[in-house]
């Protein structure tokens, strides 16, 4: 079955670009989004925004001008990036795919990637 | 943006108990709500989406209905393994957006 893994510098410093990538094993990007989700003990489960295989995207109107994804199908990899960090980007980061019909939903999800924001 | 409030944050009961989580939307998203299960150290798992379909291999003690803006997960008979933090979605409109969570713990 399809199985996604997050990767990237667990350590980012203030002010510095985030970056992360999700590798998916076990099927194709195509045809799908994918999408990046973070999770805080005080903000709990935010939606980043997503990324069709076509290069089309949907980001959150909170960080859309900070957010950047894109996709490497040559890879079957999508990846985000997340321009000046502060502390308040500190957060596990979770890849997942995204239903491509009407009736939307996120299966399966990455195992999830810890993000902390310190110099 | 959409809210979503889930009812009650915390609830305690035993095996083999129904319980009831309720979700409500600030504002119509027809039945375009998804329901996650998770525990601690692991990512969201779906349960249920478009309100009340349940996710393959997802056992049928796990259920979903809605009435107007108010959508509830039930689970008719606890098990031990069920005991997490549940999550609604709303998928509707953008941002999609996430309820804060019930945490089902152990009576």
């Known amino acids: 079955q399809v199985q996604l893994q997050e990767s990237g510098p667990g350590l980012v410093k203030p002010s510095e670009t985030l970056s992360l990538t999700c590798t998916v094993s076990g099927g194709s990007v195509r045809n799908y989004y994918w999408s990046w989700v973070r999770q805080t003990a005080g903000k709990g489960l935010e939606w980043i925004g997503y990324i069709h295989d076509t290069g089309s995207t949907n980001y959150n109107p909170s960080l859309k001008s900070r957010v950047a994804m894109s996709v490497d199908m040559s890879k079957n990899q999508f990846s985000l990036k997340m321009s000046s960090v502060t502390a308040a980007d500190t957060a596990i980061y979770y890849c997942?795919?995204?239903?491509?019909?009407?009736?939307?939903?996120?299966?399966?999800w990455g195992q999830g990637t810890l993000v902390t924001v310190s110099s | 943006d959409i809210q979503l409030t889930q009812s009650p944050s915390f609830l305690s009961a035993s095996v083999g108990a129904r319980v009831t989580i309720t979700c409500r939307a600030s504002q119509g998203i027809s039945s375009y709500l998804a329901w996650y299960q998770q525990i601690p150290g692991k990512a969201p798992k779906l349960l249920i989406y478009?309100?009340?379909t349940l996710q393959s291999g997802v056992p049928s003690r796990f259920s979903g209905s809605e009435s107007g803006t108010e959508f509830t997960l039930t689970i008719s008979s606890l098990q031990p393994e069920d005991f997490a933090t549940y999550y609604c979605?709303?998928?509707?409109?953008?941002?999609?957006?996430f309820g804060q969570g019930t945490k089902l713990e152990i009576k």
């Open positions: 979605q709303q998928l509707s409109s953008y941002p999609y957006t």
């Open positions: 478009a309100a009340s």
């Open positions: 997942a795919r995204v239903s491509p019909t009407v009736w939307r939903w996120f299966d399966p």
